[in-house]
């Protein structure tokens, strides 16, 4: 019914910038929330980044500053731009959308790198 479609991943150096887009489509029209979580390597999931349907955000401290999460509701797409990026921003990173009631939607992930 609902399928999210991520992009941007890749290898960049640390000090260098990623932008990850999900695409979101389906039979979902009230969205509650989309974020970007991601995990590491012998990691828990974590949250890096939320943006609610008020438009509210929410960043990790680890990111603060550095990422900024952005929406355009006409394309059903949420961004994640992903600025000075640090070797421990490595991870897979997951959008979920979560509309107004469960269940939740989870994309299948798109593998960001940051190494010299």
Known sequence: QVQLVESGGGLVQPGGSLRLSCAASGSIFSIAAM???????????ELVAL?????????????????????????????????????????????????LRPPNYWGQGTQV???S
């Open 35 to 45: 974020g970007w979580y991601r995990q590491a390597p012998g990691k828990q999931r």
């Open 51 to 99: 943006i609610t349907r008020a438009g509210s955000t929410n960043y990790a401290d680890s990111v603060k500053g550095r990422f900024a999460i952005s929406r355009d509701n006409a394309k059903n797409t949420v961004y994640l731009q992903m600025n000075s990026l640090k070797p421990e921003d490595t991870a897979v990173y997951y959008c979920k959308l979560s509309p």
């Open 113 to 115: 790198t940051v190494s």
